[in-house]
């Protein structure tokens, strides 16, 4: 599946709009909850965002997946400097599975990066990237405009796409603002 933007070039670009400065609030908001897990995490559209490192420091298995490859650079710098390991894989996400079975796929603003049109296509991907029972951990963007990316991810369409039949989810959201005015819903679903 086509990426809907050249990814790589707004990585030369010298402002990348999407990134925060540190860890989501969402990131924080879960760290009790992640210092219970142990396993494999994987990170799709992991881009720059310190939160592969962040995980890798709470002891999980990292794999982190995105076109860029200066972005899959980025990240293997960022982990061998903190003494950390971790797997980062330039691929797109639709060509790439992992091995077995993951505990848990983090995923923050990588379904609002894809086209719409791909999202049904992701939400099958992940149901086999992850172990029964494992954690999807999602950060969905809310912009409240047409168009994209990034794409806004109505949560009445979140709902219908990551339905009840495949997913558990909680009942609680985090909402992390972000510095250009739009804002994230942060939902953990378990897969049945
Ligand atoms: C909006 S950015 C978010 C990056 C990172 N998650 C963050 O929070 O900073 C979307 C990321 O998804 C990656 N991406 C987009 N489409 C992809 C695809 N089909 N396969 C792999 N990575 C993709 C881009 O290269 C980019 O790094």
Redesign the pocket.
Known sequence: ?E???D??A??QEPS?P???TGL?PAFTAWQSWLSLQQGTVV???????P?LQGLAELGFSVVG????PS?AQFQKTALSAKGLHGEVIV????DWSPDTPVDIVYE???L???HPE?WSAYESLLTGWLRPGGTLLA?FMQTGETGG??FHCEIAAMEQLFSQQRWIWDETSVRSEHPLGVYELGFRLTLR
């Open positions: 599946m990426p809907v933007l990814w790589e707004r990585y990348v999407w990134e925060r989501n990170i799709p559209g992991c881009g720059r965002s939160e997946v995105d076109l860029s972005a691929s797109n996400l639709f923050q603003t990588c609002c990066a894809l791909h950060l990316p990034p």
